[in-house]
């Protein structure tokens, strides 16, 4: 079984542009998780979707992040602009939501540096 | 607020030795509790879970931890440490009320000497 891919796998950009990450979960996967993990930290929750909606994104800086999951399937994160301290390691994961304690099996992270 | 703590930043055992990474949490119901291990540049992987039941869970690679709700802990042993063992450990807390949403500890970083 082919676990969450994630691309790229890393990424430099100069403040003030834009950047995007990609998230294929496993497949049947119906749910689909952001988390950002800064240096030296455990990662932090940014947006939960079950299938195609956004159902907790409380955590997500909503002036410059953006994402979305067409289909319920793939998702893409988007960053505009970036700024110095969005860089961080960002880890997409998907889970079988069964309602009670699913596991999350996490893709390898995207990581990104803002110059 | 629900939160997770690994006191330990940094832990070095030898090879071979007997290894605990230390975890304790803060929620009010009952927790579903998961450690995970990660590797330099890998993602998160899975060494066990908790949800309920026998309170000593074991996971992969040798792993086991020991759940105990009277002092807000599950703790991860490993009889034996390996070369390979080597990474980041994160403990975690699944807020049911929440979809699921992990809370994570700060990680532990394990070296092994030889």
């Known amino acids: 079984e082919a676990g969450v891919v994630q691309s790229p796998r890393y990424k430099i950009i100069e403040k003030k542009q834009p950047v995007a990450f990609w998230c294929n979960p496993i497949?049947?996967?119906?749910?689909l998780y952001w988390y950002r993990q800064n240096l030296g930290q455990g990662p932090e929750l940014l947006i939960r979707?079950?299938?195609?909606?956004?159902?907790?994104d409380s955590q997500l800086p909503k002036d410059r992040f953006s994402a979305e999951r067409l289909k319920g399937v793939d998702s893409t994160l988007k960053i505009q602009p970036a700024e110095l301290g969005d860089s961080a390691v960002y880890l997409c994961?998907?889970?079988?939501?069964?309602?009670?304690?699913?596991?999350?099996?996490f893709g390898p992270g995207t990581r990104l540096t803002v110059l | 607020a629900q939160s997770v703590t690994q006191p330990d930043i940094h832990i070095t055992v030898s090879e071979g030795a007997s290894l605990e990474l230390r975890c304790n949490y803060s929620?009010?119901?009952?927790?579903?509790l998961f450690w995970y291990v990660q590797s330099p540049g890998q993602g998160l992987q899975l060494l066990l879970k908790?949800?309920?039941?026998?309170?000593l869970v074991q996971g992969i690679k040798g792993f086991e931890a020991e759940f105990k709700r009277s002092q807000s802990s599950f703790n991860l042993r490993k009889p034996s440490v390996h070369w390979s063992d080597a990474a980041e450990y994160f403990c975690?807390?699944?807020?049911?009320?929440?979809?699921?949403?992990?809370?994570f500890g700060a990680g532990t970083i394990l070296r092994v000497k030889s």
């Open positions: 979707y079950e299938n195609e909606e956004a159902v907790d």
């Open positions: 908790y949800f309920s039941g026998d309170t």
């Open positions: 497949s049947g996967h119906n749910t």
């Open positions: 975690a807390v699944g807020l049911m009320e929440y979809g699921n949403k992990l809370v």
């Open positions: 994961a998907s889970s079988l939501w069964r309602g009670d304690g699913n596991e999350q099996f």
């Open positions: 929620y009010g119901a009952t927790p579903y």
